[in-house]
């Protein structure tokens, strides 16, 4: 099966390199002139992962027309570019096609998930399914080939099957699944709960604290995702506590990352002044706190997080204010 990947940024370059190592026929497409020849000529991609050496088989292309007549589209772009990028290649959709997509967060108008958006975007008649390819996952491990697992989660089974087959290999085990709603809202979530915990980091809390703000962030995930349809198990799986805990803990993870400098300096004001990269937490936190506060939802550590980041709050506050809330049963 033919695949392109959508996005020669970390991820995109790393799951296109496990297709390559499995004697997949691939092709990156970006943007970016100076990653596209890195990867072709150099055999890297040096502004994300440095001096790390791709497969030398792994090519690259800044023509879009690379997707026509693709088996599989993988799309590698923050969540902000989902929908166009869907416009962009419906065009050249050719047939049926299984759509990938490894974004993690929410439309930022519509509030849909990554699934709901493309399915919105892409022609019925050019779409086979899509396949949710996610879970606890940083690029700079997979792309050194770190034994890695993760979820194809989809609404048809067979196309799971298809991509959990491509993908699967010595150092990167994907499982199946059909709980779509649980698990991308589980994904975009702890984006949320990451941001948390780098500020309780970045404040100088330790080991006792990110345990709680891991497990009570879970149960904030699980209230949310059951109401809006998702399955509590899916929570205890990859998609769930296994991307929280690999999002709260790595220095990999930007929204830590992001947490941590806001913590440090106790406020948000130097972050939003000078953050280049993409924080997906950041819109989420916005997202969550509209769309929990009109549901009656119980969300007390994305709300703080919103706080901080939306109405200035200082986190050393937040985090005592987490504290001194009623007490109350566990569950």
């Known amino acids: 099966m033919r695949t392109v990947v ?46 790390v050496e791709l497969n030398p088989e792994l090519k690259a292309t800044t023509d879009i027309e690379c997707v026509k007549g693709a088996d599989i589209v993988l799309l590698a772009v923050p969540t902000i570019a989902i929908d166009p ?37 892409i022609d019925e008649n050019k779409l086979s399914s899509v396949v949710s390819l996610i879970g606890p996952s940083h690029a700079e ?7 890695t697992t993760i979820d194809a989660i989809s609404l048809k089974n067979e196309d799971a099957v ?24 589980g994904v975009a979530i702890k984006n949320v709960m990451a941001i948390a915990s780098g500020i309780l980091s970045g404040l100088g ?60 300096e106790n406020s948000v004001e130097n972050f939003f002044k000078n953050n280049t990269k993409t924080v997906e937490g950041v819109r989420t936190a916005k997202i969550v706190h509209r769309v929990a506060t009109e549901n009656g939802i119980d969300m007390p550590i994305c709300e703080e997080v919103y706080q901080i980041l939306y109405n200035g709050k200082l986190p050393s506050d937040c985090a005592q204010d987490l504290m001194i809330r009623d007490l109350k049963k566990e569950f």
């Open 6 to 51: 959508i996005g020669s940024g970390s991820w995109g370059t790393a799951l296109a390199q496990v297709l390559q190592d499995n004697h997949q026929e691939v092709m990156v497409y970006g943007v970016a002139e100076n990653e596209v020849n890195d990867i072709n000529e150099n055999h890297k991609n040096s502004k994300y992962f440095g001096d």
């Open 85 to 121: 990028i869907c416009h962009q290649i419906n065009d050249l959709l050719e047939k049926k096609t299984i759509i990938i997509n490894v974004s993690k967060g929410f439309h930022p108008e519509t509030n849909e998930r990554m699934s709901q958006v493309i399915r919105r975007c």
């Open 205 to 264: 809390y330790q080991d006792n604290t990110r345990a709680a703000l891991i497990t009570r962030g879970l149960q904030e995930m699980i209230r949310y995702g059951v109401h809006f349809g998702g399955q509590q198990k899916t929570f205890m799986g990859l998609t769930g506590i296994g991307d929280l805990i690999v999002t709260c803990t790595s220095v990999h993870s930007r929204n830590f990352e992001a947490g941590y400098q806001i913590g440090k």
């Open 162 to 185: 298809t991509v959990q087959n491509l993908f699967s290999n010595q150092y990167l085990r994907i499982y199946t699944g059909n709980d779509e709603i649980g698990s991308e809202l």
């Open 141 to 147: 491990e997979v792309v050194i080939r770190l034994l």
